[in-house]
């Protein structure tokens, strides 16, 4: 039965999705970070390990476990993602938009800064930047478990 099989894919989706948006930001996004860093956009090196509130996690497995939260919802939203090039596309606007409205409009607030911390030109670059990394590389390890399908 199609929907049954189905169904039964949807908690392995969204483990596959965790994983990989959670491996995402321990690799590519600190890369990203690293090539930022290299050419002076960003004033410390990664990873950064200063501790969260509340609960004094360093802020790079914070921002893993975040990465692997947003994979959850990539993972639910892949199957309707057009196919080829336009799948890419996809994926890196998924990271571009639906990342930063998150954390602009979300996360800055509940941190107590302004909306989108201030939209600074160059910090709006640099988070479109990174959550483009984020929002590809996802996908390619989400690809690399989830064969190219509907299903």
Known sequence: ??????????????????AAG??????????????????????????????????????LFSGAFFGGLW??????????FPRGIGYWITALLFGAVILDIGLWFVVAPLKGFSLGFGFEPGDVAIAVFLQSVWGVCTAILYRLVVPLTRG
Do not use: H
Not at 71 to 76: D, E, K, Y
């Open 71 to 80: 994979g959850i919802l990539f993972a639910f939203l892949e199957p309707y």
């Open 22 to 59: 959670f491996v995402t930001v321990l690799t590519f996004f600190q890369l990203g970070l690293l090539l930022l860093y290299g050419i002076g956009a960003v004033s410390d090196p990664p990873p950064d390990m200063t501790p969260t509130a509340p609960f004094g996690v360093p802020t």
């Open 1 to 18: 039965m199609v929907i049954a099989a189905e169904t039964a894919f949807w908690p392995r989706r969204a483990l596959i999705g965790f």
